[in-house]
């Protein structure tokens, strides 16, 4: 697991996950295999599920869910 500075002690991390040393990442759940890249910030409360790609700069707020639902073909992604 790679993780960042900037991740506090109360982040519940999957296995696998990488995070970019310039996140932010405190008192949110994330998923195995998920990917956070640089200057994201992911608040307390949020829940990031497996495999997921959050890309740089994205902001995700208390309260939010992201997870992944299926590939149905590697260009499309199913959504809720």
Known sequence: M????????????????????????????????TRIGAFAEI????????RCKISSHAFVCDGVTIRRLGVHRPSCVLHE
């Open 43 to 50: 608040q307390r409360g949020a829940q990031v599920g497996a």
């Open 2 to 33: 790679e993780l960042s500075d900037n991740v506090d002690s109360d982040v519940r991390l999957g296995k696998d996950v990488r995070v970019h040393h310039s996140a932010n990442i405190y008192g949110c759940t994330v998923g195995d295999e």
